[in-house]
């Protein structure tokens, strides 16, 4: 699915540096979700945004809505190697009756 | 708290073979999903469900079939398997759609078929 975009498609990054991926809809989006992936295994769920304008922080991850509810933010400060992992955004559409993922990002944090 | 299960965890197929995914969740969830997870095309929704006795298509239905008997099990079937449909397939579950509350996630079947 092309409903979802997700820059940039892999990231490498030192140890201590900051990161920002971005998520684009064309679509109003009515529920975004952030999500985690360690090669080969499941989604671990990060956290959610339904407000437009609305920021949401854990430990050192930021995520943020735009107001127009089409774009979202997930930054990283102080990335660690822990941070490694393929970042997956996902969307509510059709008011819930469907839902679907952009294609990920890939991050690499050097030590 | 087992979350979301999903057996096998593996599995090899000849073509033309059939078998049957099954996720199992015990967070009383109404909403259930199967996805898979191909290299360079990010999950993509095969099937889901509403609700017990209910099904619906997603994105990717071709050449599966689904079924949700029981509230806690949503079965993923193929009837006929091809090399196409080597993948690694993710089950999911959450108590309602739009509304806020996030999947959950099982761990994952690695399927291939030669």
């Known amino acids: 699915s092309q409903e979802l975009e997700q820059s940039p498609q892999s990231l490498i990054v030192q140890e201590g540096k900051n990161l920002t991926i971005n998520c684009t809809s064309s679509?109003?989006?009515?529920?975004l979700y952030w999500y985690k992936q360690k090669y080969g295994e499941g989604l671990i769920f990060l956290m959610m945004?339904?407000?437009?304008?609305e920021e949401k922080s854990h430990e050192k991850i930021t995520a943020k809505l735009d107001e127009k509810k089409q774009q979202s933010s997930l930054h990283i400060t102080a990335s660690q190697p822990s941070h490694a992992g393929i970042y997956l955004c996902?969307?509510?559409?059709?008011?819930?009756?469907?839902?679907?993922f952009g294609p990920g990002t890939r991050l690499s944090v050097l030590p | 708290n087992a979350g979301v299960t999903q057996t096998p965890k593996f599995r090899v197929l000849k073509t033309g073979q059939s078998m049957t995914l099954l996720c199992a969740q015990d967070?009383?969830?109404?909403?259930m999903y199967w996805y898979r997870q191909d290299p360079g095309m990010g999950l993509r929704l095969i099937h889901y469900?509403?609700?017990?006795?209910?099904?619906a298509k997603g994105e990717v239905p071709d050449g599966y079939n689904v079924s949700r008997l029981k509230k806690q099990n949503f079965l993923l079937g193929l009837e006929s398997a091809a090399p196409s449909q080597t993948s690694v397939y993710f089950c999911?579950?959450?108590?309602?759609?739009?509304?806020?509350?996030?999947?959950?996630f099982g761990d994952g079947t690695r399927l291939s078929i030669l």
């Open positions: 996902g969307a509510d559409i059709d008011y819930g009756q469907n839902f679907v």
């Open positions: 945004l339904q407000k437009g304008g």
């Open positions: 469900s509403v609700g017990e006795g209910t099904t």
């Open positions: 967070m009383n969830h109404e909403y």
């Open positions: 679509k109003t989006l009515y529920g």
């Open positions: 999911a579950s959450r108590g309602q759609a739009a509304g806020g509350q996030p999947q959950h």
